[in-house]
């Protein structure tokens, strides 16, 4: 039997729909819409297809979308003190900062000057060390939409064997941590993994977060597991026409897997919604 498909899409638009009745009831009391500004720097084609995505979708739900769009060459300080500014604003309850940046900023010092309160995306410090801690707050917006959408097929997680390939902070750290607390035993395997085909092997629940096309093959997975992709990646054929793909191979991959998620319409959806749930959150926590 193929496996079933996670529909991430169809979730994160369930999920939306919710959201946007929550901030029309709250709105009201607080005298003002949530607001959310996203800073992109240069013109990363991928970057402007994903913040379009998070304006889109902001308008939807009802936040109000304060995004910056900043040249290529655009100084370290100037940016800063634009993030300094967003913290100050009132209006403003997230601040995200679209990665990757240009190689002559700094991103983690960046993403510091981020208040934590309105740090939507997870990264900073204090919210990492809250999640490490079991604690409420803001959770990394991927691996949060990973949890939501493996909540909504009641896929059982304690006591299973999870695997993740790939250990970044963005993805596979924060990741492991959600899915220990959910009593999970938790392998990270990255580029350092010696056979990495039997480590995989052995995961009732298989994460692809690498970004290299379709990495996991069948072999690697083991009959009945979940797998899922978090990968994105454009490939072009000799026409010069593109297509996306995940870590996973999706086609050979679900003739052995009981859930997949496709690319696209899997977990970036997913990350949308949850950045939008993100903002919300801290709203409701905002003294404006």
Same mark, same amino acid.
């Given at each position: ?20 009745? &929550?901030?029309? =009831?709250? /709105? ?9 500004? #996203? ?29 910056? =769009?900043?040249? /290529? &060459? ?15 604003? %009132? ?12 190689? $002559? ?16 995306? +997870?990264? =900073? ?19 949060? +939409? ?10 059982? @997680? ?27 035993? #938790?392998?990270?395997? $990255?580029? =350092? ?20 096309? &379709? ?7 083991? %009959? +009945? ?9 454009? @490939? &072009?054929?000799? @026409? +010069? ?27 970036? %959806?997913?990350?949308?919604?949850? @950045? ?13």
């Amino acid at each position: 039997m193929p496996a079933q498909i996670l529909d991430g899409k169809t979730l994160a638009k369930k999920l939306q729909a919710k959201l946007s009745q &929550e901030i029309s =009831h709250v /709105q009201s009391q607080k005298g003002r819409p949530p607001g959310l500004a #996203v800073l992109m720097v240069g013109d990363n084609p991928a970057s402007a297809v994903y913040v379009r995505n998070k304006e889109r979708s902001c308008t939807n739900t009802g936040i109000v979308s304060y995004g910056r =769009h900043f040249p /290529q &060459e655009i100084e370290q300080a100037v940016l800063e003190k634009t993030i300094i500014e967003l913290n100050q604003d %009132p209006n403003v309850d997230g601040i995200l900062l679209q990665l990757p940046v240009p190689s $002559h900023l700094n991103a983690v010092e960046i993403l510091y000057k981020i208040a934590p309160q309105k740090d939507v995306d +997870g990264l =900073h410090p204090v919210n990492l060390g809250k999640l490490s801690r079991g604690e409420e707050g803001l959770r990394s917006c991927t691996p949060l +939409g990973v949890m939501e959408l493996l909540q909504e097929y009641n896929i059982e @997680l304690a006591g299973k064997q999870a695997v993740i390939v790939g250990r970044s902070i963005l993805v596979g750290k924060p990741l492991a941590l959600m899915l220990l607390e959910k009593n999970a035993t #938790v392998t990270i395997a $990255h580029s =350092h993994t010696s056979n990495l085909a039997e480590v995989t092997a052995r995961a009732d629940l298989l994460i692809a977060a690498v970004g290299k096309p &379709e990495l996991i093959t069948p072999n690697m997975v083991k %009959p +009945g597991a979940v797998v899922i992709d978090v990968g994105i990646n454009r @490939l &072009e054929n000799e @026409l +010069g026409e593109s297509r996306l793909v995940g870590d996973v191979d999706f086609l050979g991959v679900s003739q052995v897997a009981s859930f997949i998620t496709p690319v696209p319409g899997g977990i970036g %959806p997913m990350t949308v919604a949850m @950045l939008l749930r993100n903002t919300f959150f801290s709203y409701m926590h905002s003294q404006g």
